[in-house]
DNA sequence: AAACGGCGGAACGCAACCGTTACGTCGTAG
DNA sequence: CTACGACGTAACGGTTGCGTTCCGCCGTTT
């Protein structure tokens, strides 16, 4: 019965709108005006602004990211990086993402959702990229996914979403040279 | 002539106000309630929230962090760990970096005032520390302090303010090796 | 004793947004 | 052709916050 095109118009103007003033700022009115809709529109679909938000943002935080299988580890990482690095540098998600991780410190909810769809993440890439560098003999037995996953995400998050300084030519490549030596030496 | 114990009932609302509510949400009716004091009092002070929470947030964030030398790399890599562990744990301290650092991605006084701070504190853990280990000879000439910096308080925050999980006992000494190893590899 | 000035409190007009309702339009399904 | 229902528009009363103003209180300075 509800218009898809109007449920679409709502979710991209929820998404700007989000990257524009943030969560806490977010109005139901600004963004029935931005999707050039009546605020009826939104009320028929969702009760409340977390609600909205939360079903919207869900969706996106959940998609699967495709995982690389390129053959060695140096090169799943450095694609994985690639991928990531892009994600991050998106006009939208970088502005998105860190303020609904602030948001989650104060929301049970958006802290729930948030850290449903990280730790889907979080263990694809520990179960996928590092067991198969292990299988694969290019990392030790008893490598802890956790650490090497904080040590591959981290640095890259913070470079990027929160000292927000670019990526050189040859950042990549020389990181990747140093996780694969933190985690040889962890194991 | 302003009274000094206002002034600091006032900042001591605005630091857990922003903590509470966020930057975006911060209003100085609240600030006001909260500290004790009238409205009168504040615009007495500053003429606006932004001008406001800037001069506050700005005394904190430039207060420096004493460095450590203990003699080797590893023991001053493991401390600063636990300063900066400690510090990222804090109930306070916790909620308003990530917030302040969201709405940096969008104000750019505040992105100025943040990335001077963290310019400043980067600087100083990469001449000190990593300087430090080149000299002994402990980590190659050519390391990158950038790089360094990166791997050294990116997983911390990671996963402290991002992915919001606790840190076990062994965690310190495991990461620690781990980025001695991948500094010791980018040489 | 008098003047000064910071203080809290209260109220101002204005703006934004909340969530809800009533209304008239229009496309579609029956 | 008719009935239905989602749509946009407009308005509702209520709340919150802005930045400003005026008041009376009270401690300090002179």
Chains 1, 2 share one sequence.
Do not use: C
């Amino acid at each position: 019965m509800l218009r898809g095109d109007i449920t679409v118009a709502i979710r991209n103007a929820v998404m700007s709108e989000l990257a524009e003033v943030g969560y806490g700022r977010l109005s139901i009115e600004a963004v029935a005006r931005r999707a050039g809709v009546g605020k009826t529109a939104i009320y028929r679909r969702w009760s409340n602004k977390l609600e909205m938000v939360m079903e919207i943002i869900s969706d996106v935080a959940e998609r699967k990211v495709p995982l690389p299988d390129t053959g060695s580890f140096s090169g799943d990482l450095q694609l994985l990086l690639m991928i990531v690095s892009t994600a991050l540098q998106h006009r939208i998600a970088s502005q998105i993402i860190p303020d609904l991780m602030a948001e989650a410190a104060r929301n049970p909810q958006i802290a729930e959702t948030l850290q449903r769809a990280l730790r889907t993440h979080q263990q694809a890439v520990g179960e996928k990229l590092i067991g198969q560098a292990v299988t694969r003999g290019e990392l030790p037995e008893g490598t802890d996914p956790e650490v090497a996953v904080d040590m591959i995400l981290g640095p890259l998050y913070w470079r990027l979403a929160v000292a927000r300084q670019p990526i050189g030519e040859d950042y990549l490549e020389k990181f990747t040279v140093a996780v694969t030596a933190a985690l040889r030496a962890t194991g």
